[in-house]
């Protein structure tokens, strides 16, 4: 694993205004505390492509993201992967989410360029005991993986590959507060979060656009009838 420190030779800038306030949203924080966190953090960054593992014993840092997206993914005996979460800016990942002693083979893959703002175990420790606000932002942080990770185990049982699809738009759509999946997902990406096939993916959004359920535009994919796919996950 090999992060982009803010040392001599890599020459990466400082938190920008808009990281900054990334910061602030994920810990709930006001600026007097976002001077302190942000003193306490390191910007490092990692490119699309080279897979970051969570698991390695040296990793002894957690990182908040601030830019890009990424894919935690677990790795089966077979070779076989599972998304666990997908990272967007204010989400955490790396060795205080990891499971302690947890043998599996674990990693994040950047889908973009990654920035992010990294804290050493100790040290975000050490902020979470002295603030409560940043304790319960991470503790909120993960029920809400949780959350969403036993709701994926049950749509995997219980629902056909189409079912998954469609739910899976469903709740980006729901996210985005505006009915729209953006950016337009890659299919590939998509077929591993929703356990399918890209072949599968590519049909099914074609057979919602056809029955006028979603909508291509520019940059997004917008439902036009959520109530149309909502039946049509089950």
């Not at 600026?31 to 960054?45: D, M, Q, S």
């Not at 894919?71 to 089966?76: I, K, S």
């Amino acid at each position: 694993m090999t992060w982009m420190h803010a040392d001599k030779g890599d020459r990466v800038p400082e938190f920008t205004e808009a990281e900054c306030a990334t910061i602030a949203i994920a810990f709930g924080c006001g600026e007097a505390l976002l001077r302190v966190i942000a003193t306490a953090a390191r910007p490092v960054g990692h490119a699309r492509g080279r897979s970051i593992q969570t698991s390695e014993d040296d990793a002894d840092r957690t990182v908040l993201l601030l830019a890009g997206r990424a894919h935690e993914l677990a790795y089966g005996l077979d070779g076989g992967a599972v998304v666990l979460q997908e990272l967007g800016p204010g989400d955490l990942f790396g060795s205080l989410l990891a499971a302690s002693g947890s043998e599996d083979q674990m990693e994040v893959v950047p889908l973009t360029d990654l920035r992010g703002a990294g804290f050493s175990q100790v040290t975000l420790l050490h902020l979470m005991e002295s603030y409560s606000c940043i304790a319960l932002a991470i503790a909120r942080q993960l029920s809400a993986r949780l959350r969403t990770m036993r709701q994926r185990m049950a749509e995997t049982v219980l629902l056909s590959a189409t079912g998954r699809i469609c739910a899976e738009l469903a709740r980006r759509a729901d996210a985005s507060g505006e009915g729209v999946v953006r950016p337009i997902p890659v299919f590939v990406e998509f077929a591993l979060v929703a356990q399918t096939t890209r072949e599968t993916v590519s049909r099914t959004v074609s057979q919602l656009e056809k029955r006028g359920i979603i909508v291509r535009e520019a940059d997004a994919l917008r439902v036009v009838a959520p109530h149309r796919l909502a039946e049509m996950i089950h």
